[in-house]
């Protein structure tokens, strides 16, 4: 979602993560353009953007699969019975979701809730990127208020029983800020680390620094990575983190404060240096 921006009318091409502000990377720009000459990426996320809603549930007989989080509504026909799930969240922002379901009378099915990657050991599938620590927080489910046992299957939370009216399920995915190295093949990533929160990757940019982002180092072992809300301006209502890391001025660390933004979300207040991968202390 990095490539287009929040305003809807500019546009990345390629989706860089490092950019010193001034130095063209997109068709001959330095920041977001209004068109290209071979436009196919506008165009894809305009057929893509209203399709979402589609891919947010499936089902089968006596199965029901949610595949994204949303605030969203939806009536999905089963073998026994209709059944109506309204969705309240503020995902990806918050990984409190809840479902509350209605039906005409009591049904049987299995609900599965998909428990992302991220929520486990690392934040995307494969081998090339493993959060810096280990620590796992277990997603927490419950109905009605009441905590409930599950397993995952095929990476979905499965829950059966019998569901009536009323019900209301509460998916906790215990969101936390989190350290990413990637493996020592990527020459360029190598002495630096990335910051996720839940599934999104954040970026600092030069536009809320006074000092120069290349020089910054981030201190792996920091623990107090606040979470605050953006308050004014395109970016309100945007979750930004700040982490502690250093600054090397005249031979000497100063430590400071880096606030980040979601990667998604950068150059939407014009141009300037922005780093995904920032060195490490």
């Given at each position: 979602?990095?490539?287009?921006?929040l305003?809807?009318?500019?546009?990345?091409?390629?989706?860089?993560?490092?950019?010193?502000?001034?130095?063209?990377f997109?068709?001959?720009?330095a920041?977001?353009s209004?068109?290209?000459?071979t436009?196919c990426?506008?165009?894809?996320?305009a057929?893509?953007?209203?399709?979402?809603s589609g891919m947010?549930?499936?089902s089968?007989?006596d199965?029901?699969f949610?595949s994204?989080y949303?605030g969203?509504?939806v009536?999905i026909?089963?073998e026994e019975g209709?059944?109506y799930?309204?969705q309240k969240t503020?995902y990806?922002?918050?990984g409190?979701?809840?479902?509350m379901?209605?039906?005409?009378d009591?049904?049987?099915?299995a609900?599965?809730?998909?428990?992302?990657?991220?929520?486990g050991?690392?934040?995307?599938p494969?081998?090339?990127y493993?959060?810096?620590?280990?620590r796992?927080v277990?997603?927490?489910i419950?109905?009605?208020?009441?905590?409930?046992?599950?397993?995952v299957?095929?990476?979905?939370?499965?829950?059966k029983?019998?569901?009536a009216t009323?019900?209301?399920?509460?998916?906790?995915?215990n969101?936390?800020?989190?350290?990413?190295?990637?493996?020592?093949?990527i020459?360029a990533?190598?002495?630096?680390?990335a910051?996720?929160?839940?599934?999104l990757?954040?970026?600092a940019?030069?536009?809320?620094h006074?000092?120069q982002?290349?020089d910054?180092?981030?201190?792996?072992?920091?623990?107090e990575?606040s979470v605050?809300?953006?308050?004014?301006?395109?970016l309100?209502g945007i979750?930004?983190?700040k982490v502690?890391?250093?600054?090397?001025?005249?031979?000497t660390?100063k430590e400071?404060?880096?606030?980040?933004?979601p990667?998604?979300s950068w150059?939407n207040?014009g141009?300037?240096?922005?780093?995904?991968?920032?060195?490490e202390k």
């Amino acid at each position: 979602m990095a490539g287009i921006s929040l305003t809807g009318d500019a546009f990345f091409y390629v989706n860089t993560l490092e950019s010193d502000g001034s130095t063209p990377f997109s068709f001959g720009a330095a920041g977001r353009s209004p068109w290209f000459s071979t436009a196919c990426c506008p165009s894809n996320l305009a057929r893509l953007v209203p399709q979402v809603s589609g891919m947010m549930y499936a089902s089968k007989s006596d199965q029901i699969f949610t595949s994204f989080y949303a605030g969203s509504s939806v009536v999905i026909p089963l073998e026994e019975g209709n059944v109506y799930i309204e969705q309240k969240t503020a995902y990806p922002f918050d990984g409190l979701i809840d479902l509350m379901i209605k039906s005409e009378d009591e049904l049987s099915f299995a609900l599965n809730l998909r428990i992302p990657t991220w929520a486990g050991n690392q934040l995307v599938p494969g081998e090339l990127y493993q959060y810096l620590n280990s620590r796992e927080v277990k997603p927490e489910i419950s109905v009605n208020g009441k905590a409930v046992s599950f397993e995952v299957e095929n990476g979905f939370a499965v829950i059966k029983r019998k569901w009536a009216t009323g019900d209301k399920v509460t998916l906790n995915l215990n969101m936390h800020s989190r350290f990413n190295k990637a493996i020592d093949f990527i020459e360029a990533n190598r002495g630096r680390l990335a910051v996720s929160r839940g599934p999104l990757v954040y970026c600092a940019e030069g536009v809320d620094h006074d000092f120069q982002l290349s020089d910054v180092m981030l201190k792996s072992e920091a623990e107090e990575i606040s979470v605050e809300s953006i308050g004014s301006g395109i970016l309100k209502g945007i979750p930004s983190i700040k982490v502690k890391g250093t600054y090397r001025v005249d031979e000497t660390d100063k430590e400071v404060g880096l606030q980040m933004i979601p990667y998604y979300s950068w150059n939407n207040r014009g141009n300037s240096p922005m780093f995904v991968w920032i060195k490490e202390k």
